[in-house]
């Protein structure tokens, strides 16, 4: 079952701080801590691709300090605001 981008905003699209529990492209997990609507390093050039056509969401990974992907469809839980979500 996947997770949909207007849920996904809904509980963690405040640009808090939030974490997520995801099978990566390679099939391994990985639990991440990011933020969203961050705009530092953004030069306005755009992506080459929308990644919400593919079930990605853009987020700011608070560890390494970089931009990475979530896929939607691989979500297993988020926590955000002191609330767990299991998906």
């Known amino acids: 079952m996947a997770i949909t981008r207007e849920a996904f905003d809904k509980i963690a699209g405040d640009g808090k701080i939030a974490s997520a529990d995801f ?6 997990l990985r639990k991440m801590v990011f933020r969203t609507k961050v705009t530092k390093g953004v030069t306005g050039e755009g992506m080459k691709y929308n990644p ?3 079930g990605l969401r ?3 990974d608070m560890q390494k300090l970089a931009f990475r992907m979530i896929n ?8 955000a605001k002191g609330e767990l979500h299991v998906v």
Do not use: A
């Open 23 to 28: 099978i990566k492209k390679d099939g391994s």
């Open 52 to 54: 919400s056509d593919y």
């Open 58 to 60: 853009t987020v700011y």
């Open 72 to 79: 939607l469809e691989t979500i297993i839980s988020i926590r």
